[in-house]
């Protein structure tokens, strides 16, 4: 059953083959456990500012990502998607909460640590793609095991190029390649230095179809071919259709998840959450039992009174 049809050829993942655990398709679930977590945040808080303009963008979230799959997280703006890839990634220090990456405590690393612990364990892939201008695809992509001074695997290094398909390319700078192009050096950066896990933060957000759809399956035939553990934050179904599982934020929770998702399934299920907000709001709904009555409006800051 190609459940990712809809993506069209060319590098549709056919990794709908034999997946052990929490796979069974289906509609809006709870979010909870896994089995084999890489990152496990519990009681994620995060505030910007203080007093009257203090901002709570992730309020006392749990969150099992699990190793060797690709997860989307998805929900409206202002929900809270970037803060929680940034603290998940240790780019962002939580004002309380857990957070334990391949097995480390990462919430109260010093920052040293922490450093070392970004460049060898975690790849990021940006929206806007961050390469070196005066550097070759080549030397981008190697740029974070040189500055750690570690050895480039090299057969791995070519794995990695010709996932991404930029043999040819490997001598060009940024400003000679197309914007997928760039994005997919980004994608091997992040990939070559074999990371516990990939952070990408709405890495299709500045791309055309046709770029979307290669660097999503670069990113799905990383977790199926390498057994790479992928978090994707974004807001186009299409590309949360390429994960395992899709964890639904609002208003600083998350609220949901879904399982082996497909475009058509991830839009109902945006409809339906923003149909509960509309409820909600219209004041027929009530609150949802696990959030206080206080909770603001779906979409926007939520400001603290
Ligand atoms: P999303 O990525 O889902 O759009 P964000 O994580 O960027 O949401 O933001 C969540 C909330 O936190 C928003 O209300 C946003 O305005 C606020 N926020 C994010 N970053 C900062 C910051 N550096 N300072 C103050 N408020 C912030
Ligand atoms: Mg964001």
């Not at 679930?29 to 009681?43: I, L, N």
């Not at 670069?218 to 259709?241: C, K, N, P, W, Y």
């Amino acid at each position: 059953m190609p459940v990712h049809a809809h993506n069209g050829g060319a590098q549709t993942p056919p990794y709908q083959n034999a997946r052990p655990g929490r796979c069974e398709p289906g509609g809006l679930t709870a979010h909870g456990p896994v089995a084999d977590p890489v990152v496990t945040a519990r009681a994620l808080t995060k505030v910007f500012g203080r007093g009257e303009s203090a901002v709570t963008a992730l309020d006392a979230v749990d969150a099992h990502l699990a190793r060797g799959r690709f997860t989307a997280i998805m929900g409206p703006s202002g929900s809270g998607k970037s803060t929680l890839m940034h603290c998940l990634a240790g780019l962002e220090s939580p004002t309380s909460g857990s957070i334990v990456l391949d097995g480390e405590e990462i919430s109260s690393m010093s920052r040293r640590r922490l450093t070392r612990l970004r460049r060898e364990n975690i790849g990021f892939v940006f929206q806007a793609f961050n390469l070196v201008p005066s550097l070759t695809a080549e030397e981008n992509i190697t740029l974070p095991l040189d500055i750690a001074r570690r050895k480039v695997d090299r057969d791995h290094f070519d794995r990695v190029v010709d996932a991404v398909g930029l043999r040819d390319r490997l001598s060009h700078r940024p400003a000679e390649l197309s914007g997928g192009q760039v994005q997919r050096v980004a994608c091997a950066r992040a990939l070559v230095g074999k990371p516990a896990v990939v952070f990408a933060d709405e890495p299709t957000g500045n791309l055309d179809s046709q770029a979307t759809r290669q660097v999503l399956g670069i990113l799905r035939s990383s977790v199926d071919e390498f057994g790479q553990s992928v978090v994707m934050v974004t807001h186009e179904a299409e590309a949360a259709a390429w994960a395992d599982t899709v964890l639904f934020l609002r208003d600083g929770h998350v609220v949901a998840e879904m399982n082996q998702p497909d475009q058509d399934r991830v839009l109902d299920a945006l409809r339906d959450l923003a149909a509960q907000d509309g409820a909600r709001f219209d004041g027929v709904g009530g609150p949802e039992p696990d959030e206080p009555a206080s909770a603001g409006p779906g979409t926007g800051t939520r400001e603290h009174r």
